[in-house]
């Protein structure tokens, strides 16, 4: 059974940090492009950035670029996305989501396994 489970989240004060994890189980992430997206109450989810599966190409929302960073540990069979100088805006619940073709889309209408997503609160 094909699964992504995302852990990290929490709640930050304004300008902190957090990593999120998103690890595989039953199938290998090496193959596939993972994407992470993030949804607020009553707003459509949305992209926040993905990465292919050799790691050579990665894609940011323009609202996050320069913040976050997304990369991956095939061997460990995880990809991260490294949340630096968190916003308020950036409250969401967080998933992440595997496509098994190789070119990076922040669409996600485009992935097929999702996991089940984590919060993350950014507020004082």
């Known amino acids: 059974q094909l699964q992504l489970v995302e852990s990290g989240g929490g709640l930050v004060q304004p300008g902190g940090s957090l990593r999120l994890s998103c690890a595989a189980s039953g199938f290998t992430l090496d193959r596939y492009t993972i994407g992470w997206f993030r949804q607020a109450p009553g707003s459509e989810r949305m992209g926040v950035s993905c990465?292919?599966?050799?790691?050579?190409?990665?894609n940011y929302a323009d609202s996050v670029k320069g913040r976050f960073t997304i990369s991956r540990d095939n061997a460990k069979n995880t990809v991260y996305l490294q949340m630096n100088g968190l916003k308020p805006e950036d409250t969401a619940i967080y998933y992440c989501?595997?496509?098994?073709?190789?070119?990076?889309?922040?669409?996600?209408?485009?992935?097929?396994?999702w996991g089940q997503g984590t919060q993350v609160t950014v507020s004082s």
């Open positions: 990465i292919t599966s050799s790691g050579g190409s990665t």
């Open positions: 989501a595997a496509r098994s073709l190789p070119t990076a889309t922040m669409n996600p209408l485009r992935y097929d396994y």
